[in-house]
């Protein structure tokens, strides 16, 4: 393999006319004095073999020094291996003693330089996905989008990539959509290829297990110290090769209190749309991330600010469009508050849950209609969080196990009503009671004032004792605020 040549005055002299008209150049960044291009191999091989190697990244270097990293040095820096979990840095020693590169990088660095506690650790190494599974016992091969390798410490798992390189080498074989989106996107790289195909730069510093320093190729640590969320390379494309990245802008500016880049933020609110070819079931996992991190007010402020959010929940969006006795809705955002509350307490959170706080606003909407048909209470709510529920997995799916508990929740909502005799005990003991209740209390404390005595009543019952509550439950009228059932309106028949 001849070696890549360098040049320090421009592309021109290595570019024959022949050449120029069919290589493609891809200038990254501008300002930045490096090119990449992916020239046909089979002609380059031919015309030009002292210019050919093996397909994969070339640079063409356009000063003496490009490309070179910032490093900051272990003194410069405050990430200190007390704060790296173990299993980490065992992964990342037992990968150095191999002869392997290895980094912690991501989420992890980010975290740790802004002095916050990281919520996982990522590596990234050389080392192929089989050589790393090699390595440890403990750990096994995934993959759904491309190869990582999972190696478990107890129920801590550290995830370990090998370094992937961008699109620009593989053009051909990258699995790239006519709308710019990447549906595979696993051909490796070495490092420098790793930091440059990562979303935004401060996810894209690289701890160095080998001598402790931060090594940073895309000016992320200038970014965190400004308090700037930037995407590497053309925010447009970026986001059409990967419109999830949008969704993840919005979670770090969310979470972080980070500023999106002017550039980085100019696209979105046009872009929104590719939402909808992302995969149901990853706007699963990104929704999980987005609301039940800790930041779900701000997140959903920002979601709703760039108009993303009605392409994850479109019909809540225009519930939420519309205004409610002359107000806003207010239960999604309060919601969202006591979730936040719940996590900073260390409470456990359930997308079931989240999903009953989400969705509600049309499933009100819907089972008002089908009251007025004369379904009861409990038909109507079925009924319209069946359909609800049905529409919107089209869009984010949400797994049976919760979907299930999450129509629990609603139907208890005209349970919760009847609840003279033995009903109120009946109820007390079922396992969704908890998360009615706790649904009941918002929808009072967000417009529907009416059920604020119902809400008083199952909070009462609750602080009692079991003398009084059977006392509580005799003393409700039987049919208690059971609304009265109309007779249903007889079907046309067809035909
Ligand atoms: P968190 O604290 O939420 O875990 P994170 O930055 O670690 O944040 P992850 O989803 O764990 O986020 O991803 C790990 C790293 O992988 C990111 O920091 C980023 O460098 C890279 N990454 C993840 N998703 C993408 C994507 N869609 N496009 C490009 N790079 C990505
Ligand atoms: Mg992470």
Same mark, same amino acid.
């Given at each position: 393999?001849?070696?890549?040549?360098?040049?320090? !005055? @421009?592309?021109?002299?290595?570019?024959?006319?022949?050449?120029?008209?069919? /290589?493609?150049?891809?200038?990254?960044?501008?300002?930045?004095?490096?090119?990449?291009?992916?020239?046909?191999?089979?002609?380059?091989?031919?015309?030009?073999?002292?210019?050919?190697?093996?397909?994969?990244?070339?640079?063409?270097?356009?000063?003496?020094?490009? %490309?070179?990293?910032?490093?900051?040095?272990?003194? #410069?820096?405050?990430?200190?291996?007390?704060?790296?979990?173990?299993?980490?840095?065992?992964?990342?020693?037992?990968?150095?003693?191999?002869?392997?590169?290895?980094?912690? +990088?991501?989420?992890?660095?980010?975290?740790?330089?802004?002095?916050?506690?990281?919520?996982?650790?990522?590596?990234?190494?050389?080392?192929?996905?089989? #050589? +790393?599974?090699? /390595?440890?016992?403990?750990?096994?091969?995934?993959?759904?989008?491309?190869?990582?390798?999972?190696?478990?410490?107890?129920?801590?798992?550290?995830?370990?990539?090998?370094?992937?390189?961008?699109?620009?080498?593989?053009?051909?074989?990258?699995?790239?959509?006519?709308?710019?989106?990447?549906?595979?996107?696993?051909?490796?790289?070495?490092?420098?290829?790793?930091?440059?195909?990562?979303?935004?730069?401060?996810?894209?510093?690289?701890?160095?297990?080998?001598?402790?320093?931060? +090594?940073?190729?895309?000016?992320?640590?200038? =970014?965190?110290?400004?308090?700037?969320?930037?995407?590497?390379?053309?925010?447009?494309?970026?986001?059409?090769?990967?419109?999830?990245?949008?969704?993840?802008?919005?979670?770090?500016?969310?979470?972080?209190?980070?500023?999106? *880049?002017?550039?980085?933020?100019?696209?979105?609110?046009?872009?929104?749309?590719?939402?909808? $070819?992302?995969?149901?079931?990853? /706007?699963?996992?990104?929704?999980?991330?987005?609301?039940?991190? @800790?930041?779900?007010?701000?997140?959903?402020?920002?979601?709703?600010?760039?108009?993303?959010? !009605?392409?994850?929940?479109?019909?809540?969006?225009?519930?939420?469009?519309?205004?409610?006795? %002359?107000?806003? *809705?207010?239960? +999604?955002?309060?919601?969202?508050?006591?979730?936040?509350?719940?996590?900073?307490?260390?409470?456990?959170?359930?997308?079931?849950?989240?999903?009953?706080?989400?969705?509600?606003?049309?499933?009100?909407?819907?089972?008002?209609?089908?009251?007025?048909?004369?379904?009861?209470?409990?038909?109507?709510?079925?009924?319209?969080?069946?359909?609800?529920?049905?529409?919107?997995?089209?869009?984010?799916?949400?797994?049976?196990?919760?979907?299930?508990?999450?129509?629990?929740?609603?139907?208890?909502?005209?349970?919760?009503?009847? !609840?003279?005799?033995?009903?109120? #005990?009946?109820?007390?003991?079922?396992?969704?009671?908890?998360?009615?209740? =706790?649904?009941?209390?918002?929808? $009072?404390?967000?417009?529907? =004032?009416?059920?604020?005595?119902?809400?008083?009543?199952?909070?009462?019952?609750?602080?009692?004792?079991?003398?009084?509550?059977?006392?509580?439950?005799?003393?409700?009228?039987?049919?208690?605020? !059971?609304?009265?059932?109309?007779?249903?309106?007889?079907?046309?028949?067809?035909?």
């Amino acid at each position: 393999m001849s070696e890549v040549p360098k040049c320090t !005055r @421009g592309l021109e002299p290595l570019l024959p006319t022949w050449e120029a008209s069919v /290589l493609t150049i891809r200038r990254r960044e501008p300002g930045r004095k490096k090119c990449y291009y992916t020239p046909p191999w089979g002609l380059l091989k031919k015309y030009q073999p002292e210019y050919y190697c093996e397909p994969q990244l070339l640079t063409i270097e356009l000063t003496d020094k490009p %490309g070179s990293p910032n490093v900051i040095p272990r003194p #410069e820096h405050i990430i200190t291996r007390t704060n790296i979990c173990e299993s980490a840095l065992k992964v990342l020693y037992r990968l150095k003693a191999a002869g392997f590169e290895a980094f912690l +990088v991501g989420g992890g660095v980010r975290d740790l330089l802004l002095g916050r506690e990281p919520k996982d650790f990522d590596i990234a190494t050389n080392a192929l996905p089989e #050589e +790393v599974t090699g /390595l440890f016992r403990n750990s096994r091969l995934i993959g759904r989008r491309f190869k990582l390798v999972h190696v478990r410490f107890g129920r801590e798992i550290i995830e370990v990539a090998t370094f992937r390189s961008g699109h620009d080498a593989a053009s051909d074989d990258m699995g790239r959509m006519e709308d710019g989106m990447i549906l595979r996107d696993n051909v490796y790289g070495n490092l420098e290829d790793d930091a440059w195909r990562r979303d935004f730069t401060i996810n894209s510093l690289y701890y160095d297990i080998r001598d402790f320093s931060v +090594v940073d190729y895309t000016g992320g640590v200038s =970014d965190l110290e400004k308090g700037v969320l930037r995407i590497i390379g053309d925010a447009e494309q970026r986001y059409l090769e990967d419109p999830v990245r949008m969704l993840r802008a919005v979670r770090f500016a969310a979470k972080l209190g980070f500023r999106i *880049h002017a550039d980085s933020e100019a696209p979105i609110t046009r872009l929104g749309d590719r939402l909808e $070819a992302v995969p149901a079931a990853r /706007l699963f996992d990104e929704m999980l991330k987005l609301f039940l991190s @800790g930041y779900a007010v701000e997140t959903f402020e920002l979601l709703r600010h760039y108009d993303l959010f !009605r392409y994850l929940f479109p019909e809540t969006d225009d519930c939420l469009a519309k205004e409610e006795k %002359g107000f806003p *809705h207010m239960l +999604v955002a309060k919601g969202l508050l006591n979730t936040d509350d719940r996590v900073a307490e260390g409470k456990p959170v359930t997308p079931a849950y989240l999903f009953a706080v989400l969705l509600w606003e049309p499933v009100r909407e819907r089972a008002e209609a089908l009251l007025a048909e004369g379904f009861s209470e409990v038909q109507s709510l079925q009924r319209a969080g069946d359909e609800v529920i049905a529409a919107q997995t089209q869009r984010v799916s949400l797994p049976k196990r919760f979907s299930l508990q999450t129509r629990e929740i609603w139907t208890m909502q005209a349970r919760l009503t009847r !609840r003279n005799g033995k009903r109120a #005990e009946r109820l007390f003991a079922q396992a969704r009671f908890r998360a009615a209740y =706790d649904f009941l209390l918002l929808r $009072a404390d967000t417009g529907e =004032d009416e059920l604020q005595p119902l809400a008083d009543w199952w909070t009462e019952y609750q602080e009692v004792n079991i003398d009084n509550r059977v006392n509580m439950a005799q003393q409700v009228p039987s049919g208690g605020a !059971r609304k009265k059932r109309r007779r249903r309106r007889k079907k046309v028949a067809q035909g």
